[in-house]
């Protein structure tokens, strides 16, 4: 089984750039992305989909037209793990010059 971080870990990945716009919420890494459509959406979370099969770790995420929300932890280990944080660093660079704002 994974090893969940310690909340000093995670308070310093969060402070990591690439990591920076996501929080903890309820227990889990949370993001939530605006693109300017439908299928804008759908092509990231259809390349983020790929990804998360192939390290056959998957998001919690929902999505209402060309809005995502995502939401990151490791099942298993009852917590957040270094495998979250992977996931989340690979999901920013899949939105990087997608998203509005």
Same mark, same amino acid.
């Given at each position: 089984?994974?090893q969940? &971080?310690? #909340?000093?870990?995670?308070?310093? =990945?969060l402070?990591?750039?690439? &990591?920076?716009r996501w =929080?903890? &919420?309820?227990?889990?890494?949370?993001? #939530?992305? +605006?693109?300017?459509?439908?299928?804008?959406?759908? %092509?990231?979370?259809?390349? !983020?989909a790929l990804?998360?099969? =192939?390290m056959n770790?998957?998001?919690?995420?929902?999505?209402?037209? %060309?809005k995502?929300? !995502? %939401?990151l %932890?490791?099942?298993?280990?009852h917590?957040?793990?270094?495998?979250d944080l +992977? &996931?989340?660093r690979?999901?920013?660079? +899949?939105?990087?010059?997608?998203?509005l704002?």
């Amino acid at each position: 089984m994974t090893q969940t &971080l310690s #909340e000093d870990q995670l308070a310093t =990945a969060l402070r990591d750039p690439q &990591l920076r716009r996501w =929080a903890l &919420l309820q227990g889990k890494l949370h993001r #939530e992305y +605006q693109f300017t459509s439908f299928v804008e959406a759908f %092509s990231f979370m259809t390349a !983020v989909a790929l990804h998360a099969e =192939a390290m056959n770790h998957h998001p919690e995420w929902s999505n209402v037209y %060309s809005k995502v929300v !995502v %939401s990151l %932890s490791t099942h298993d280990a009852h917590g957040i793990t270094e495998r979250d944080l +992977q &996931l989340a660093r690979h999901i920013e660079k +899949q939105a990087a010059g997608r998203t509005l704002g």
